[in-house]
């Protein structure tokens, strides 16, 4: 199995950016699909981006087209989402996911059966 260590949250104002990064360890990174969710207080977690296994297929949610880029490094074993022109209802927890049940990236939780412990975005106004 994979382990997932988000890092890069934080506080910024709206228009802003931020960078995560997600340091897998344990089994061959580049063996898994990887994706990023996000969850607000009182929210169901959503899907925000996921990449396939060799970074060449990416997939977003509707609400991050144009700022959100999601990237991998899998000799670095290290996944990214680069966020630009955060807005404050981006904020939210941020969790790193991989799955290996697909090569497919498909944007529901139940298809992610490796999580992070999240790391918190906040978006001021």
């Known amino acids: 199995q994979v382990q997932l260590v988000e890092s890069g949250g934080g506080l910024v104002q709206a228009g802003g950016s931020l960078r995560l990064s997600c340091a897998a360890s344990?089994?061959?990174?580049?063996?898994?699909?990887m994706g990023w969710f996000r969850q607000a207080p009182g929210k169901e977690r959503e899907f925000v981006a996921g990449i396939s296994r060799d970074g060449g297929s990416t997939y977003y949610a509707d609400f991050v087209k144009g700022r959100f880029t999601i990237s991998r490094d899998n000799a670095k074993n290290t996944g990214y989402l680069q966020m630009n022109s955060l807005k404050p209802e981006d904020t939210a927890v941020y969790y790193c996911?991989?799955?290996?049940?697909?090569?497919?990236?498909?944007?529901?939780?139940?298809?992610?059966?490796?999580w992070g412990q999240g790391t918190q975005v906040t978006i001021s106004s």
């Open positions: 996911a991989a799955q290996d049940l697909s090569r497919f990236i498909v944007a529901v939780t139940t298809m992610f059966n490796y």
């Open positions: 344990g089994r061959t990174f580049s063996n898994y699909v």
